[in-house]
């Protein structure tokens, strides 16, 4: 079902999005798709680690990916897309082939690489594109990454070793694998010290290891940024 947003995106065409073509898919784990977009547009391109670019679906839907990549002189960029269930996104990512156009809107602020000094970073299998992209520009400095997920075997594919220090944790539908969660992002900043922590994956997880680490007078995150929802689809 097409969205506001997506009804708009189209309407608007060439004065918002940006064009592109699918140069080369890869299939990085069974519910990971690794995509290779190419185009003039792409060219002349400002791209941080952590920024997103929306994608206008053929169904007019959007949904919102993480570069892992972006030459700006070549114009091109990479997508890591994450597509467990049946949805719009699912569906699209599953029949893409090389050659089909693409527009979106983007790259955009999302969140950011902090500039210095280590990185403690928390998430799910949505997670796994920020954690590359934060991974390829950390140029050397520390990067952990804590996620809680129901397919190890598949994240860990998908970070690759690019991400050689990720810390995986099976959820759980009660929820109390969440302790787990808090305990190992301790451990992680207690042996970082100074270390930036950037939450990110599903909403009530980081709310929940927020108020873990709260209440044990851990470091705040400096940034935290949902990328779904429990009974939500599409979050930007």
Not at 61 to 87: I, K, N, Q
């Amino acid at each position: 079902m097409a969205s506001g947003k997506g009804i708009l995106l189209g309407a608007l065409g060439g004065l918002l999005l940006r064009d592109a073509t699918v140069r080369a898919i890869c299939d990085v784990a069974s519910s990971f798709r690794g995509v290779e977009l190419v185009g003039p547009g792409l060219r002349g391109v400002t791209f941080h680690p952590g920024d997103k670019l929306q994608m206008l679906l053929p169904s007019r839907d959007v949904r919102t990916f993480t570069p892992l990549r972006w030459d700006a002189e070549a114009g091109a960029t990479e997508l890591l897309v994450y597509h467990h269930a049946a949805s719009p996104a699912g569906e699209w990512i599953r029949g893409l082939a090389v050659g089909d156009p693409c527009r979106f809107v983007g790259p955009q602020r999302s969140i950011r690489l902090p500039e210095a000094g280590p990185v403690v970073l928390f998430g799910d299998e949505t997670s796994a594109a920020v954690a590359r992209a934060f991974a390829a520009a950390a140029n050397g400095r520390a990067l952990v990454c804590v996620f809680e997920t129901g397919a190890e075997d598949d994240l860990r594919s998908a970070l690759g070793a690019d991400v050689s220090r990720a810390i995986l944790v099976r959820r759980r539908a009660d929820e109390e694998h969440l302790p787990e969660l808090v305990d190992q992002l301790q451990a992680e900043l207690t042996r970082e010290p100074g270390a930036s922590l950037v939450l990110t994956g599903r909403a009530q997880a980081i709310q929940k290891v927020r108020a873990g680490l709260k209440a044990r007078a851990l470091p705040r995150p400096i940034a935290n940024k949902a990328y779904w929802s429990l009974g939500k689809i599409g979050l930007d």
